[in-house]
């Protein structure tokens, strides 16, 4: 998952701000030791609350997807496609940031570890001041 925690995102937005000869650069800003989004959804019912889930292999929930937008279209619409093979390879892609290009040109280094940071979201969450 490509996350970051909000100070280190805003400190390199600064220093991509103050450091000359980047303009035009295309920099990833991630956190370093990203958890995947299965080891997330386990730290998430581990620390904020529990709840049922299911998990779908990626044939199975490719398969259901284009089983929706077959019948949406054989349907005429009547069920919307809100869930069609396109959407699918959007969610599924399994694309890899890396911060290498932003420690490089910026010499940046997260000022929040991603635990920290992970432990102060799921603490946010915990009290209702934060929650997605």
């Not at 989004?37 to 292999?57: A, D, G, I, T």
């Amino acid at each position: 998952m490509p996350l970051s925690y909000v100070d280190n995102c805003a400190d390199a937005i600064v220093r991509a701000g103050i450091t000359p000869g980047i303009d035009g650069q295309i920099i990833n800003v991630v956190d370093d030791d990203l958890p995947t989004s299965r080891e997330f959804l386990r730290m998430y019912k581990k620390y904020v609350r529990h709840f049922h889930s299911v998990y779908l292999p990626q044939p199975i929930s490719y398969m259901l997807c284009a089983l929706w937008e077959n019948y949406s279209n054989w349907s005429k619409g009547q069920l919307p496609p809100a869930y069609n093979r396109r959407i699918w390879y959007a969610y599924w892609k399994h694309g890899r940031f890396s911060n290498a290009k932003l420690k490089q040109l910026l010499q940046w280094s997260p000022l929040v570890t991603t635990a920290e940071g992970l432990n102060r979201y799921f603490q946010s969450c915990r009290e209702k001041t934060l929650c997605a």
